[in-house]
């Protein structure tokens, strides 16, 4: 099983400001399979990032995602405050289980 | 594609079998280009993916090795819906239970169960 690790635990930064969220695997991953998620309370997440670096029609582009191997990081630019949010990153390999990291909690000052 | 729109009980007593359906609109179960999964939320455990089934000509089924052997996940092309059956359900296993469309990204979430596990 692929154990992803997300760092850090919370960011807390203020509007305008940049917010950079690491993932690392405990394996290497296919940058196809990669993937990042928004999370806000009592909503179901909402896949933001797919194959590493692509975003779905609709997500603003301030979203990047980059990496590749076993470390991964999301990027967001000029945080907005509906920016705030826990963001999960997400692989499928070979096999299942297809994992989660742990998550990072973005808070706005 | 499609909307998913999920229907249970909230509430299963330790031992007996959590039951959830989640209906599909706009799409297919048995589409080649989609796959059908079950995915929990808890604070202990995070988020983790339980199982899926899938249509390729034929059926297909993946479980997590964490619930093997107590899960269940079914399609009913009838009703254009997939299930999730899980037995044996200890307190453990209470968290919000989530359907949600995906191969290898997961693009459209059910509205999410919170099935609680107590006598």
């Known amino acids: 099983e692929i154990v992803l690790t997300q760092f850090p635990g919370t960011l807390s930064l203020s509007p305008g400001e940049r917010a950079t969220l690491s993932c690392r695997a405990s394996?290497?991953?296919?940058?196809?399979?990669l993937a990042w998620y928004q999370q806000k309370p009592v909503q179901a997440p909402r896949l933001l990032i797919y194959?590493?670096?692509t975003r779905p029609t609709g997500i603003p582009d301030r979203f990047t995602g980059s990496g590749s191997g076993t470390d991964f990081t999301l990027t967001i630019s000029g945080l907005e405050p509906e920016d705030s949010a826990v963001y999960y990153c997400?692989?499928?390999?070979?096999?299942?289980?297809?994992?989660f990291g742990q998550g990072t909690k973005v808070e706005l000052k | 594609q499609g909307q998913l729109q999920q229907s249970g009980p909230g509430l299963v007593k330790p031992s007996q079998t959590l039951s959830l359906t989640c209906a599909i609109s706009?799409?297919?179960?048995?589409?080649?280009?989609?796959?059908w999964n079950w995915i929990r939320q808890s604070p202990s455990r995070g988020l983790e993916w339980l199982g899926r089934?899938?249509?390729?000509?034929?059926?297909?089924?993946q479980y997590a090795e964490s619930v093997k052997g107590r899960i269940t996940v079914n399609p009913d092309t009838s009703k254009n819906q997939f299930s999730l059956q899980l037995n044996s359900v200890t307190p453990e296993d209470t968290a919000v239970y989530y359907c949600?469309?995906?191969?290898?990204?997961?693009?459209?979430w059910g509205q999410g169960t919170l099935v609680t596990v107590s006598s």
């Open positions: 949600v469309r995906g191969n290898y990204h997961f693009d459209y």
């Open positions: 706009g799409e297919s179960v048995s589409s080649h280009g989609a796959s």
């Open positions: 089934t899938y249509y390729r000509s034929q059926w297909y089924y």
């Open positions: 394996q290497t991953v296919n940058g196809d399979y």
């Open positions: 194959a590493t670096s």
């Open positions: 997400q692989q499928v390999g070979g096999s299942p289980p297809w994992t």
